[in-house]
């Protein structure tokens, strides 16, 4: 059994984030120990001037979370659902199911992308050897899954929500990206393409935001955690891909990553230390992505 250890230390100082927006956090509870539950991390960004946030769980859907932890939190909070294994997969079922109750943003399979697998990251199946270890992928990898894709794509352009690519690879997402824009998805998010998994090339990065006005994610967690990565090559991503395409996100929540607002103010900070806007850089952390998650 895995348990979930709380600790609730608030931030220390004041924060300079006013009207910032994070599209991505994890808090408890999650299978993985988290820094804080999802009241106790929304009270840290409302105390830090965050004008709002999105709560992500890889083995939870989010949408009823963020109504519970939004409710009078002075900021606004959503959630949405993960195409991992215990939502089934690629499942338009479950999709249905999660933008009824309000989730903005759906997530390709992250955890259970086989990019994870193969990458030897983290996975349920890993600690509980009774959950089974299927991996989910789309075309061209597996052109099995094309109707479901194409369904679930649809549902996402009706509800005008937000698809994020989750983990799966390069060539997943450049088939992916196109189809989504002509099925009317408006809301595109390239989940941290130059993390471990996809681990997508600048190049390629760049070509997709321009090509399908898709956005692209760098997070605090690369800066923090990623082997290899550091400011400098975080600033060069942002620098290829160009400001108005990036989204600075936190992926924070791990006990041993600074608060989630903290993680996001010092990802600004770090990069900006390499040369780059800060004006623009606050811009990629507030103004992209709120009008990126809300409606
Ligand atoms: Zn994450």
Request: net charge negative; aromatic share 4%.
């Amino acid at each position: 059994m895995l348990h979930v250890q709380l600790v609730l230390s608030p931030p220390a100082g004041r924060l300079h984030a006013d009207g910032m927006f994070d599209v991505h956090v994890h808090a408890a509870p999650d299978i993985w120990e988290r820094a804080a539950d999802d009241r106790e991390i929304v009270r840290w960004y409302r105390e830090a001037g965050f004008t709002g946030c999105v709560l992500k769980g890889h083995y939870d859907a989010t949408a009823g979370r963020a109504v519970a932890a939004g409710r009078d939190a002075g900021l606004q909070v959503f959630g949405g659902q993960v195409l991992n294994q215990h939502a089934g997969g690629i499942n338009p079922s479950a999709v249905a199911a999660a933008l009824a109750m309000g989730a903005r943003m759906i997530w390709m399979p992250t955890a259970d992308a086989h990019t994870q697998q193969a990458a030897g990251l983290p996975r349920l199946c890993c600690v509980d050897g009774g959950v089974s270890d299927t991996t989910y992928a789309i075309p061209p990898v597996d052109p099995g899954t094309e109707e479901a894709v194409r369904r679930i794509v649809a549902m996402i352009a009706e509800a005008d929500a937000v698809l994020a690519t989750g983990h799966l690879s390069t060539a997943e997402v450049a088939w992916l990206l196109p189809v989504a824009r002509s099925a009317g998805v408006h809301r595109l998010l390239m989940t941290h393409p130059s993390y471990t998994v996809p681990d997508m090339s600048e190049d390629d990065a760049a070509e997709l935001a321009s090509v399908h006005g898709a956005l692209a994610e760098v997070t605090a967690y690369q800066l923090l955690h990623q082997p290899g990565c550091d400011a400098a090559r975080l600033a060069a991503f942002v620098r290829r891909v160009g400001y108005r395409n990036v989204v600075l996100s936190s992926d924070a929540g791990q006990p041993d990553s600074p608060p989630p607002p903290q993680a996001l103010t010092q990802l600004v900070d770090a990069l900006a230390g390499e040369g780059l806007d800060r004006q623009a850089l606050l811009a990629c952390a507030s103004e992209i992505p709120e009008r990126l998650v809300v409606p």
